[in-house]
């Protein structure tokens, strides 16, 4: 991997390089956990079920994601229930929530 120098980077380039860095990380975590999903369903269907038949609860069906913290990806929120305090800090911040909407 080249080194980057940081020290000769202006602190907009910095935020671009560190914003960058947070959207590679996420899709990372996204390609991999895409991965695992997909081993499991294989799995499931080796035993005879769905993923769906051994996750699905009384509950019902888990929520997926829907928003997303700007300044940490890995953090996630359904929308549902009590906003997180990441979610209510960006929003005094001046973000709108359709920034933070998982594309």
Known sequence: MPEIDLDGLSLKELKQLQKQVAK??????????????????????????????????????????????????????TGRGRKPGWFAQALERGTSPEEMLIS
């Open 24 to 77: 590679a990380i996420s899709t990372f975590e996204d390609r991999k956990k895409k991965e695992a999903l997909a081993a499991l369903e294989a799995k499931a269907a080796e035993m005879g079920f769905s993923l769906s038949d051994l996750t699905t609860g009384k509950g019902g069906k888990i929520s997926a994601p829907k928003y997303q913290n700007p300044d940490d990806p890995t953090q996630t929120w």
